[in-house]
């Protein structure tokens, strides 16, 4: 038989790698503006651990090595993040300021206000992501994902904790109840377990 095609960079069962808990270094590959189902303005950033991470090209080796017609970038390399508050739309989001205050620190750049290029600026822009672990709810079943939580600068990147885990329902395990309640609210949008994003680069 001859070498199938594919056959060195197709992934083995068993061989996946878990993203690693608590800070990373990533670099932006997109940005877009959207809506929600309700109409809201929001924000969808797209990215990729990049050196000094550990895990450099994480989300990139998912992409390139799905084999399926309409693969999408993968789900924990996607942040959706709202404009405004959620209580009161006429405020900026605390979670839309960080990640725009942490792409400008991270990189000395000033966001560029306006114009319908506005999204193009983020493109390639170093920025912090921390991970942490999430119960999530899909297809019946409940599972602990590990999904971005918050941005920061990338100077920080290093000392960041790693987060406690989130309960569906607030419910936490007896065991674990004092440490999820020093945990703060990150406040990012939630996003059901299924629905992924089309990478359009």
């Known amino acids: 038989m001859q070498k199938?095609?594919?056959?060195?960079?197709?992934?083995?069962?068993?061989?996946?790698?878990?993203?690693?808990?608590?800070g990373h270094y990533a670099i932006i590959k997109q940005v877009s503006e959207r809506q929600s189902s309700t109409g809201k303005d929001m924000i969808v950033v797209l990215y990729d651990f990049v050196n000094p991470d550990k895990?450099?090209?994480?989300?990139?080796?998912?992409f390139n090595n799905d084999d399926r017609d309409d693969k999408k970038w993968p789900f924990?390399?996607?942040?959706?993040i709202m404009v405004n508050d959620y209580n009161n739309p006429n405020k900026t989001s605390k979670q839309f300021k960080t990640f725009c205050t942490c792409v400008e620190k991270s990189n000395n750049?000033?966001?560029?206000?306006?114009?319908?290029?506005?999204?193009q600026q983020f493109r390639n822009k170093l920025i912090g992501v921390v991970f942490g672990e999430e119960e999530s709810?899909?297809?019946?079943?409940i599972r602990m994902r590990r999904n971005p939580r918050w941005f920061c600068n990338t100077d920080?990147?290093?000392t960041q904790p790693i987060p406690a885990p989130k309960y569906l329902n607030g419910v936490v395990p007896a065991v674990q109840q004092n440490e999820a309640k020093k945990e703060s609210v990150d406040g990012f949008l939630s996003i059901p377990d299924g629905m992924e994003e089309e990478i359009p680069f």
Do not use: C, H, M
């Open 4 to 22: 199938p095609s594919g056959y060195d960079e197709a992934q083995a069962s068993g061989e996946f790698t878990p993203v690693e808990l608590g």
């Open 55 to 62: 895990q450099e090209g994480y989300f990139a080796r998912q």
């Open 76 to 80: 924990a390399g996607t942040k959706y």
């Open 109 to 119: 750049y000033t966001i560029a206000w306006g114009g319908n290029a506005w999204a």
């Open 137 to 141: 709810e899909y297809d019946g079943k």
């Open 156 to 158: 920080r990147v290093a």
